[in-house]
T-cell receptor, first 116, second 113 residues
Framework: EAQVTQNPRYLITVTGKKLTVTCSQN?????MSWYRQDPGLGLRQIYY?????VTDKGDVPEGYKVSRKEKRNFPLILESPSPNQTSLYFC????WGTGEVGTEAFFGQGTRLTVV | DQQVKQNSPSLSVQEGRISILNCDYT??????FLWYKKYPAEGPTFLIS?????DKNEDGRFTVFLNKSAKHLSLHIVPSQPGDSAVYFC????????????FGPGTRLSVLP
């Protein structure tokens, strides 16, 4: 089954304690990205990756890091989490192309992070 | 300043009637638009898309209309069903699609039996 898998689904942590949210896709997609969803703001892109070892900042990258050492994995790293990073996070993957059929994003189930 | 706006946070519709969800955008470079549906505790799932060379795209009960001059698109669901109750996100990108989508804040649709 084609899917994007995120772990953990729920996480409560304390300010400053480094954490990693994992994301894996089994569709051989080139493009992967991370979003955060906040009330009234929709989904905002944090980082994206067009392929292995190619990453770039999205709209809200501050406080986050990513890596893309393998095509299927795209972990999100919070080196020193702060309460304003409390949010719902989604990983997504898609084919790299120029629109039309096949380039819609497939999303994971989400990770609800609370930083206290 | 949000480039993609969904001005109705919520919408309630009777089962069997038409649901119309609206989306406005400000960036004239956007040329590819998508709608996603999201149920609680799940990730968004792709629903339907349209490129700027078209003004309508239909898939079963779902139709998306694009008015480029007004920078407006809408999603029509006919007939609406209780299972359509979800949050709907409009998204846009430029450069023929790409993957750097800008999402709207979402509209929560409730279809009442």
């Amino acid at each position: 089954e084609a899917q994007v898998t995120q772990n953990p689904r729920y996480l409560i942590t304390v300010t400053g304690k480094k954490l990693t949210v994992t994301c894996s896709q089994n569709m051989n997609h080139e493009y992967m990205s991370w979003y955060r969803q906040d009330p009234g703001l929709g989904l905002r892109q944090i980082y994206y990756s067009m392929n292995v070892e190619v990453t770039d900042k999205g709209d809200v990258p501050e406080g986050y890091k990513v890596s893309r050492k393998e095509k299927r994995n795209f972990p999100l790293i919070l080196e020193s989490p702060s309460p304003n990073q409390t949010s719902l996070y989604f990983c997504a993957s898609s084919l790299w192309g120029t629109g039309e059929v096949g380039t819609e994003a497939f999303f994971g189930q989400g990770t609800r992070l609370t930083v206290v | 300043d949000q480039q993609v706006k969904q001005n109705s946070p919520s919408l309630s519709v009777q089962e069997g009637r038409i649901s119309i969800l609206n989306c406005d955008y400000t960036n004239s470079m956007f040329d590819y638009f998508l709608w996603y549906k999201k149920y609680p505790a799940e990730g968004p799932t792709f629903l339907i898309s349209i490129s700027s060379i078209k003004d309508k795209n239909e898939d079963g009960r779902f139709t998306v209309f694009l008015n480029k001059s007004a920078k407006h698109l809408s999603l029509h669901i006919v007939p609406s069903q209780p299972g359509d109750s979800a949050v709907y996100f409009c998204a846009a990108s430029e450069g023929g699609g790409g993957q750097n989508f800008v999402f709207g804040p979402g509209t929560r649709l409730s279809v009442l039996p």
